[in-house]
Nanobody, 121 residues
């Protein structure tokens, strides 16, 4: 079984910065992508950023240039550095792990419990 534990959320003023962390534990396979999604009240959950085990990244257009995703494979940890935060970034942020045992293997997906990020003056 895999567990994802997030930390780093909180209240920040517009223009401020926060860093989210997510530690994965359990059986982590070589072929995986770790990412962050967010969900604001009344909205669908949306992808914020993702990073594959080979370090290729993908960002939502709304956060490009402001957010940076990175990972430490030795620690099975993914980070989301958020800068120039806006009120519309307010949401619950969820850590996500997608993985396969091999490049053609069955995909597995896991979610963290979520951490609240509130951007307000």
């Amino acid at each position: 079984q895999v567990q994802l534990v997030e930390s780093g959320g909180g209240l920040v003023q517009p223009g401020g910065s926060l860093r989210l962390s997510c530690v994965a534990s359990g059986s982590i396979f070589m072929f995986n992508t770790m990412g962050w999604y967010r969900q604001a009240p009344g909205n669908e959950r949306e992808l914020v950023a993702a990073i594959a085990s080979g370090s290729s990244t993908n960002y939502a257009d709304s956060v490009k240039g402001r957010f940076t995703i990175s990972r430490d494979n030795a620690k099975n940890t993914v980070y989301l550095q958020m800068s120039s935060l806006k009120p519309e970034d307010t949401a619950v942020y969820y850590c996500n792990l997608k993985q396969r045992r091999s490049i053609i293997g069955v995909p597995y997906e896991y979610w963290g419990q979520g951490t609240q990020v509130t951007v307000s003056s």
